[in-house]
């Protein structure tokens, strides 16, 4: 989402970088571009003058301009500035000490409200806490079966009453039963609409009357893009809500939205949806987004990931195996497979300081059927040749590319890459750095990921 603007900004930060000092000139050319180039994001006409303002003053600090690395604070200022803009230090829901904490979800229809309803059961499922769900939106047709079908995969209870009991009811008795089934959590799913109106709001307010929402969370749209502000606008002006959502963070959007929706409402963001299954729903960290669009990565977001995803055990065992020189395909496969359930690797790259600028990676998306094509290859081979890739000769190769419906130039492809990849593991186990030539040769010979244009 944030693709182009994090290109303009990188690009000029690398351009006050390059100068040893600064001059009021130079901080106006380089306003200037960010000012343009938060515009161009769809941000908020007035969210951009305020930005761009206090962004200058700072600049323009005596600690600034006499600093013996002046590009580095005005980095470094664009950063917090950035997370602020976005919310800042953020918040967490908040938990009742005792009894169910209910959290109240509102939204116009389309912005993918009961799906967000879902993941968001998931995620909190995820620590522990027994979550269940309120089908209150009787109104659009299949939405109570939706929610159903989604809870259930989310691993949620799902309160229904079908669509013909009234709404606030609805919720008052799926309270009930959550405080006596002792559930941790009741996510209470409103009905929407196709635009705000007194209608929508007066059931919303009756809703949140009944049962006392800890949380009332708002679900926008990052598509949209500056319709998804004016609809927050709405609602924080008829309906108070304490938070948003943001789904489709993974769209081609501007992203606009959510650097725009916190300073026009005043509530930050807490969640976002960065793709469509249900696991692809996290917390919102404002710090960390803007460390992304700097181009400096995001490697806590990693690391959560791959702690939820890698076992302790078998990352043990894989590191003796490396040190033994015992790493065979099939530890290979297992990797993969622990890596990919962490998401899209495009994402993950993004997470990685300064791979986001790389041009090989602007304006593409990695095609992960190529990793697929990969599993097939090696799921196609007897276990004693993923141990003993050398074994695999020219009648072995055409046996393997038949079973895995591919070419024996992708077979020999991968047999090339891994052996020349056990090289570079073997180097950075003995703790030595891998020689970039090597690095480079390895690449020309893999079967990389083909890049998909958009």
Not at 329 to 337: A, T
Not at 367 to 382: F, G, K, N, Q, Y
Not at 405 to 421: A, I, P, R, S
Request: charged content about 30%.
């Amino acid at each position: 989402m944030f693709d182009q603007l994090s290109d303009r900004l990188q690009a000029t930060l690398s351009e006050v970088r390059s100068r040893g000092k600064l001059t009021e000139a130079d901080v106006d050319a380089a306003m200037r571009e960010i000012r343009l180039a938060l515009l161009e994001a769809d941000v908020n006409f007035k969210v951009v003058k305020s930005f761009t303002v206090r962004l200058k003053e700072r600049c323009l600090g005596s600690d600034v301009l006499e600093s013996l690395d002046p590009g580095q604070q005005v980095v470094k200022i664009v950063d917090e500035e950035l997370t602020e803009l976005m919310g800042g230090a953020g918040r967490d829901l908040a938990f009742a000490s005792k009894g169910p904490t209910v959290i109240l979800m509102a939204g116009l229809q389309g912005s993918g409200k009961t799906t967000a309803c879902a993941k968001l059961a998931r995620h909190l499922g995820e620590s522990g806490r027994d979550v269940a769900l309120a089908a209150c939106d009787v109104y659009r047709p299949a939405a109570v079966d939706q929610l159903v079908t989604v809870g259930e995969q989310a691993g949620a209870t799902v309160y229904e009453r079908g669509t013909d009991a009234d709404p606030v009811e609805i919720a008052a008795w799926a309270l009930q039963r959550a405080g006596e089934e002792e559930r941790d959590v009741l996510i209470v799913d409103t009905a929407g609409r196709l635009h705000v109106d007194e209608e929508l709001m007066d059931e919303l307010a009756r809703i949140r009357k009944r049962v006392k929402p800890h949380d009332v969370l708002l679900v926008v749209d990052a598509m949209t893009g500056q319709d998804a502000v004016g609809v927050a606008e709405s609602f924080a002006g008829a309906a108070e809500f304490d938070g948003v959502v943001m789904t489709k963070l993974d769209g081609d959007a501007r992203g606009g939205a959510a650097l725009s929706v916190k300073a026009v409402t005043g509530k930050p963001i807490l969640y976002g949806s960065t793709g469509e299954k249900l696991e692809e729903f996290e917390r919102f960290h404002p710090d960390r987004m803007s460390s992304r669009i700097l181009g400096m990565g995001d490697v806590l977001s990693l690391i959560e990931k791959a702690e939820k995803e890698v076992d302790e055990r078998q990352a043990m065992d894989l590191q003796e195996k490396l040190r033994r020189e015992q790493f065979t395909l099939e530890d290979f496969l297992q990797q993969m497979r622990q890596v990919r359930k962490m998401g899209p690797i495009g994402n993950l790259m993004g997470m990685l300081p300064g791979m986001g600028a790389m041009k090989q990676l602007k304006g593409s998306d990695f095609d992960e059927s190529e990793l697929d094509r990969v599993e097939a290859i090696i799921l196609s081979m007897t276990p004693a040749e993923r141990g003993a890739p050398g074994m695999i000769n020219g009648s072995r190769r055409r046996r393997i590319a038949a079973g895995s419906g591919t070419k024996v130039q992708h077979v020999n492809q991968l047999v090339k890459q891994f052996d020349q990849m056990r090289g570079v593991m073997k180097q950075m186990a003995s703790g030595k750095m891998p020689d970039p030539q090597q690095l480079a040769q390895m690449q020309g010979g893999a079967p990389r990921p083909k890049m998909r244009r958009r």
